[in-house]
């Protein structure tokens, strides 16, 4: 069965370095979406993207974060200045499209540990 | 009133044992409703996906959901240890927004 991979699992950043995170959505779908989870807390929304734009995107998602698709396959989160506070499981997801009709499918998430 | 409620245990039942797990929402736009799997260090899995309000079956899996009381239901029947995991409800409009919005999650272990 077709599935969202994303990688690194884990990463490791020290306090005011940039970090990427890297998603490949299912093939065939055309919207992808960040997620986060903080530790004991409920997944949270960031943003959504769609034709190669932000087609929604919430309150956390500041200046600080940017999304991208740079080719075909990949679709990435970037965080530029990393804080203590943006440590958590960072998660993406794909949809075949966005009607709502057709469900949002999640990867196994990226560990982001701030030092 | 927070917008998805729901009552993070945690729930320890016997195998074989019929799980209820529940969420309340404030949203009335709220039109898809969905039920995700979350096993330790894993992402969230879809296990059932339904539109407004009524009942929605596979296999051992029941989903309900009720508009007018704004609660959501899914049952697990013959719990199986394999169940244990972290049920998470999630919700969204239909148009607009493409946004789930999550509830925290109830924690299952079933033991054998």
């Known amino acids: 069965e077709p599935e969202v991979t994303q990688t690194p699992s884990h990463q490791v950043t020290q306090m005011g370095q940039e970090v990427i995170l890297r998603c490949v959505p299912i093939?065939?779908?055309?919207?992808f979406y960040w997620y986060r989870q903080i530790l004991g807390q409920k997944v949270e929304f960031l943003v959504s993207f769609y034709n190669n734009e932000i087609s929604e995107k919430s309150e956390i998602f500041d200046d600080q974060f940017s999304v991208e698709r740079p080719d075909g396959s990949n679709f990435t989160l970037k965080i530029r200045s990393t804080k203590l506070e943006d440590s958590a499981m960072y998660f993406c997801?794909?949809?075949?499209?966005?009607?709502?009709?057709?469900?949002?499918?999640f990867g196994d998430g990226t560990r982001l540990s701030i030092l | 009133q927070k917008e998805v409620e729901q009552d993070p245990g945690p729930l320890s039942v016997p195998e074989g044992a019929i799980v209820s797990l529940n969420c309340t929402y404030s949203?009335?736009?709220?039109?898809?409703f969905m039920w995700y799997r979350q096993y330790s260090r894993k992402g969230p899995e879809l296990l059932m996906y339904t539109y407004s309000s009524g009942n929605k079956e596979d296999g051992r899996f029941t989903a309900q959901v009720d508009k007018s009381s704004k609660y959501i239901s899914l049952f697990i029947r013959d719990s199986q240890p394999s169940d244990s995991a972290t049920y998470l409800c999630?919700?969204?409009?239909?148009?607009?927004?493409?946004?789930?919005?999550f509830g925290k999650g109830t924690k299952l272990t079933v033991n054998p």
């Open positions: 093939s065939n779908h055309l919207y």
């Open positions: 949203n009335s736009a709220f039109q898809y």
């Open positions: 999630a919700m969204k409009p239909q148009g607009g927004s493409e946004k789930l919005v």
């Open positions: 997801a794909s949809s075949e499209s966005g009607q709502g009709s057709q469900p949002q499918h």
